[in-house]
């Protein structure tokens, strides 16, 4: 009975003429034109994020950090000709990125504001150009595995090191509001020592030792990122709490070995209690790596330890295109991982051997959510 309601209610919203009508009658005439915009934003999506980009590329939303700006100095400013800088500006105001102050003073919109707080969004902007050329054609990305901008980009997707730096630099820009978030949902008071597995340059690894003087952490990580993350710690003060290895985590993630730096923290202290952290990791991965790594972490598991896992997952209320439909194609172009729900992310945690997992509320589930894993 539910199919045939459903094949009916197609049928309805199919027909040109129940269409006309909708768009006509009192009571539903908002709801015909509330899904004639989603439609029609899901048709211009990839211009809408054009216009981001092209603000992006001209440093528009920094141009205007310290106030409004006439036309003419804008067009100083970046060198583009005035009609079209008009255009863009236009274009950029309708998606609340600038807002007009005047008839040609323009400064930023709420959306263009927001965006300064966090400088991951600019980062990530940038790079989704990559993900553009992959999607050029999307059915020739469904149709068969080949190689992709995206995929070279992360090397660790094809089991390679390669270099570290760019993607080093993508994830610590976007890690910054990461780290924020998880440290405003999740105490690390009754916490001693913090494992965070591949954790790349320390960017969380520095904001929790920041955030609570008594903690002392491992950060791993393939060698040269854990490089990286060494240099971070002795450039803020905190090696002698904080070290980095330098390791595949898929091998042994709780070794301890190939220490970087002069400073380790390295193995866990008996009866001191402990966090590992898989933060943005697993949904990089497929299912049979994932259950490799937590099947090692629970085999080598240390007394008193808990496993936070935080990431973006499939099915979150009020976010949903943000799983399937985002990081669905995303992961696909890069090669490697998928989106989980919180249900599928706890099947697989019960199959490498731990019983206990549950959900800590974050306060932008579409940023991340978390799960805290006891055995």
């Given amino acids: 009975m539910r199919e045939q309601l459903l094949q009916r209610r197609d049928r309805f919203l199919a027909s040109p003429n129940f269409q006309r009508w909708a768009a006509r009658f009192p009571l ?123 995929s070279s980009f992360w090397p660790y997707a094809r089991g390679e090191d390669g270099e570290a730096e760019d993607y080093s630099q993508l994830m610590a820009d976007s890690q910054v509001f990461v780290a ?25 690894m520095s904001a929790a030792l920041n955030r609570w003087p008594h903690l002392r952490g491992t950060v791993l990580d393939l060698p040269p990122v854990a490089a990286r993350a ?19 985590m898929f091998e042994d993630p709780l070794a301890g070995q190939n220490g970087v730096g002069d400073h380790r923290v390295a193995t866990w202290e008996s009866g001191r209690r402990g966090l590992i952290s898989l933060i943005r990791v697993l949904h990089d991965h497929d299912d049979g790596p994932v259950l490799q790594l937590l099947t090692r972490l629970r085999q080598s598991w240390p007394p008193l330890s808990r496993l936070m896992i935080a990431e973006p997952m499939a099915d979150t ?40 997992c549950r959900e800590v509320q974050t306060g932008l589930p579409l940023l991340l959510r978390i799960l805290i894993v006891e055995p």
Avoid at 184 to 198: E, G, K, Y
Wanted: with cysteine.
């Fill in 28 to 150: 539903t005439r908002f709801i015909a034109r509330r899904r004639a915009r989603e439609l029609f934003d899901i048709t211009a999506g990839f211009v809408y994020s054009q216009v981001l980009y092209a603000c992006v590329q001209l440093d528009l939303f920094q141009i205007l950090a310290s106030g409004p700006l006439e036309l003419e100095e804008l067009v100083r400013r970046t060198g583009l000709p005035s009609e079209r800088l008009l255009r863009l500006v236009q274009a950029a105001c309708s998606l609340r990125l600038l807002q007009r102050r005047g008839e040609s003073r323009f400064g930023l919109g709420d959306l263009g504001a927001a965006s300064l707080g966090n400088p991951g969004i600019a980062a990530m902007v940038r790079h989704h150009q990559r993900l553009y050329a992959d999607l050029s054609d999307p059915v020739k990305l469904l149709q068969a595995d080949s190689a992709t901008s995206l």
């Fill in 180 to 204: 924020d978030e998880i440290l405003q949902s999740v105490s690390l008071r009754d916490v001693d020592q913090l494992w965070d597995i591949a954790g790349g340059d320390g960017t969380f």
């Fill in 230 to 248: 060494s240099k971070r710690f002795e450039r803020e003060y905190l090696a002698t709490r904080a070290s980095a290895q330098g390791a595949s």
């Fill in 317 to 356: 209320p009020g976010a949903e295109p943000m799983g399937h439909a985002y990081f669905g194609l995303y992961l696909m172009a890069m090669g490697s991982g998928r989106p989980r729900t919180v249900a599928e992310l706890t099947s697989l945690v019960n199959e490498a051997g731990f019983t206990r």
